[in-house]
């Protein structure tokens, strides 16, 4: 039987990606996570014990990661590497933290597969590559430079490079993959989707950064997840794969359709102080996964999965409800 140690487990994509696991295979996990502000141990809390092990730590800890892979062994286990500093507005306040996880952390990770020969899945962005113009025809592929913007986006970049060295340098049997905007249940209330459908459930207003021309590529964490699972399975050793839904859509269309969803006037939100460095456009072509690996995503239509969300919400109100004065307190400080 399988088994994965998927760090970063409790967050929003790692928690989805082990209850997909655990509802479509019969692979036992060992969760890795530090339980920072972003983790959501509720997320994993219906899942069977005897499938899904939770353990609190951090992956900087290199006695600790060290024993977790060590637990591991054959060619179908593996680390799947989510855990992370996630969030770029996070990363212009104190960029430490980051450096910290996402850098030191992935070479933690990166040192205990080397030494116990474990498969590794790393799990990056988009936004490596920086940002595209509106009217650019290219889209992102496995072979577009790196640029990054953000000390967010710079730490996953580094990170991404440590693999890729180990990968040719020490033969470790890593893939990597860069998706896209994520969207669904469990994202925390910071990010842009969740902020603004928890505005509105509490009465407050919609918050867009800027003029809201920014687009991003939304692809449901259903669809991460089956993708990850995918190049578990089939991907080849060494490979990068993009992930993305073809769901590129303006800030300002989304808001449009968050505020029609929950019965609001389309003009119904404030314009606030723009991100610095804002990246302008993200847009994934994801021909390699689709071609090579047989993927497709399954939800079709961004409405239908953005309706879905905003009921999760909407009967989420306990899990989320803690966490959501202390998050607008820290944006409303910044004049957002
Ligand atoms: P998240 O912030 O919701 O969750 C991150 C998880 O990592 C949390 O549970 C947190 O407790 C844990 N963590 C943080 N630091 C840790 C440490 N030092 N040791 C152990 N655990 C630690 O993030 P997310 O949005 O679920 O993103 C997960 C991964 O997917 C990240 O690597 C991110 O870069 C990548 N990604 C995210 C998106 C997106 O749209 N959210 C898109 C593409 C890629
Ligand atoms: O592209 C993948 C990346 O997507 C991931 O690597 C990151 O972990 C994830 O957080 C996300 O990064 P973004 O910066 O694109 O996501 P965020 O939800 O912070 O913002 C999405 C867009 O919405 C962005 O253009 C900024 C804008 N925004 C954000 C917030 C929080 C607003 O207009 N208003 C807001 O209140």
């Known amino acids: 039987m399988r088994r994965l140690l998927v760090t970063g487990g409790a967050g929003f994509i790692g928690s989805n990606f082990v209850r997909f ?35 609190q730590g951090d992956i900087t800890d290199a006695a600790l990661v060290d024993e977790l892979v060590g637990r591991l062994s054959g060619p179908h286990d593996a680390v799947v590497h989510y855990a992370a500093e996630s969030h770029n507005d996070n990363s212009l ?5 980051f450096v910290q996880t996402n850098i030191v952390g992935t070479f933690t990770i990166l040192e205990a597969v080397r030494r116990h020969g474990v498969r590794l899945h790393h799990i990056s962005t988009d936004e490596v590559y920086g940002d595209l113009e509106l009217d650019d025809p290219e889209r992102f592929t496995e072979s577009t430079p790196y640029r990054p913007s953000s000390p967010y986006s710079a730490s996953k970049a580094g990170a991404d490079h440590l693999v890729r060295a180990w990968v040719r340098s020490f033969g470790v049997a890593a893939t990597v993959s860069n998706c896209s905007n994520n969207y669904g249940p469990w994202q925390h209330v910071e990010k842009f989707i969740p902020r603004q459908i928890t505005n509105l459930l509490e009465g407050g207003r919609v918050k867009l950064y800027g003029s809201g021309e920014n687009v991003r590529d939304w692809i449901h964490a259903d669809d991460h997840s089956s993708a990850v699972l995918t190049i578990l399975d089939k991907g080849e050793i060494g490979r990068t794969y993009l992930i993305g839904a073809d ?33 302008l456009r993200y847009a994934i072509d994801s021909t390699r996964l689709r071609q090579e690996l047989g993927w497709a995503p399954q939800f079709s239509s961004f409405e239908e999965g953005l309706a879905r969300t905003i009921d999760w919400y909407a009967e989420h109100r306990d899990w989320w409800g803690p966490k959501k004065a202390a998050t607008e307190a820290a944006y409303a400080a910044k004049g957002q």
């Open 247 to 279: 769901g590129e859509k303006s800030n300002l269309q989304v808001v449009r359709l968050i505020l029609e969803q929950l019965g609001h006037e389309p003009d119904d939100f404030d314009q606030v102080m723009d991100r610095p460095g804002h990246d």
């Open 93 to 97: 306040q104190d960029p430490s933290p």
């Open 21 to 55: 696991v655990v509802e479509r295979t019969d692979a036992s996990v060992i969760v890795l996570d530090a339980m920072t502000y972003a983790a959501s141990p509720e997320a994993l809390a219906d899942l069977p014990g005897d499938r899904v092990e939770v353990v």
